[in-house]
């Protein structure tokens, strides 16, 4: 990736932040040179002369830039580690305001029941990892979670490992695997899955392969496939005892642990 590539994917990371097109180029060019005039930063930004004026000024009130009253007027970027952790308070403010605004949307069918038994379907690696940390985070009982693809297992997801107060049983899908699981989370018992297939190296097609089969409290399930090539991420999640799909992946999951661990004893 070239210098000019990597400004462009800075510009457009700014802007998935809240900044505006001519404010994110500013601040990109700015971190580019030590200081920096407005004809100077047009030609670098191709940002129009008459526009840098204005961006300049939203980039200062947002604590990311600073002005010279000189003549001409001087313009520099804050230090990057101060640039980025003022981004990261902005961008968490507006989460929570946004949390804030949707808890107090009044519901429109407040007397609408949830059903005992649900099945939903999510896309995208970090909906599906979010889910899994959540459902890690409220679990009372037991986590049971067999691990098909290394890239699931976060930093984050150990973290919420090693922090429930639930017992935690994790499967592998081969026994290097299961000694880095168990480096990683010592406190949980680890074992080998049996369950060579969730990589999809058998398959012909080899078009799919199982990213993570997580039970939780016996009641809640998580199966996420992922596509080798694209490395996308897509699964189903359910709730409910009585589910028939959290009754199939009891018994998934059940492959490779010993009888007193088998989440499926005592299923009919």
Not at 149 to 163: A, H, K, M
């Amino acid at each position: 990736m070239t210098t000019n590539e990597h400004a462009e994917e800075a510009a457009d990371l700014l802007q998935e932040l809240g900044l505006k097109e001519y404010e994110a180029k500013c601040f990109v060019g700015l971190t580019r040179v030590p200081t920096g005039t407005a004809k100077k930063l047009s030609e670098i930004t191709d940002v129009p002369r008459t526009r840098i004026y204005d961006a300049i000024h939203v980039l200062e009130a947002q604590g990311l830039v600073e002005i010279q009253h000189s003549s001409p007027q001087q313009f520099r970027a804050v230090p990057l580690e101060e640039a980025t952790e003022t981004l990261r308070e902005q961008y968490e403010s507006r989460v929570e305001r946004l949390r804030g605004a949707l808890e107090s949307v009044d519901d429109v069918d407040s007397e609408a029941k949830s059903p005992v038994q649900e099945v939903w379907t999510l896309s995208g690696q970090t909906a599906i990892a979010t889910r899994a940390n959540k459902l890690v985070e409220d679990a009372t009982d037991e986590v049971v979670l067999v691990v098909g693809d290394d890239s699931v297992l976060t930093e984050e997801l150990v973290d919420r490992l090693n922090d429930t107060a639930a017992d935690v049983a994790i499967g592998a899908v081969s026994t290097a695997a299961q000694t880095e699981i168990q480096d990683a989370v010592p406190d949980a018992t680890t074992f080998t899955s049996g369950l060579e297939w969730l990589r999809g190296e058998n398959d012909p097609d080899h078009d799919v392969a199982i990213g993570r089969l997580m039970l939780v409290d016996r009641s809640s399930f998580l199966v996420s496939s992922i596509m080798p090539d694209s490395h996308s991420e897509q699964a189903i999640f359910g709730t409910g005892v009585g589910n028939g799909l959290v009754v199939v992946a009891r018994r998934l999951i059940a492959q490779g642990l010993l009888p007193s661990r088998d989440p499926g004893q005592g299923d009919a």
